[in-house]
C-alpha cells in the first residue's frame, strides 16, 4: 500500500469522493480515468519503441576496422 495509508483510509477518501462529485457522476469519472491511463500507457509504450528503434538504427562499431591506423 501507500506509505502510511491503511485500508480505512481509502474508505474515508471515497467517502469524501462520493459526498463531493455524488454517485450519479462517479461512472463517468472512472471511465474517463480510465481513459486518461489506457492513453497514458499507449504513449508509454511508444516512447519504450522509439528509443528502440533509435538504437537499431545506429550502427554498431566494428572491432577490426580497417580504415583504423596502428
Known amino acids: 500500500m501507500i506509505r502510511g495509508l491503511e485500508g480505512w483510509h481509502f474508505i474515508i477518501i471515497l467517502v469524501i469522493v462520493l459526498l463531493l462529485w455524488g454517485a450519479p457522476k462517479l461512472p463517468g469519472l472512472a471511465k474517463s480515468l480510465g481513459q486518461s491511463m489506457r492513453i497514458f ?28 591506423t596502428k
Open 41 to 68: 500507457r499507449k504513449e508509454m509504450k511508444g516512447l519504450g519503441d522509439d528509443k528502440a528503434a533509435e538504437k537499431a538504427d545506429k550502427p554498431a562499431a566494428t572491432e577490426g576496422d580497417s580504415t583504423s
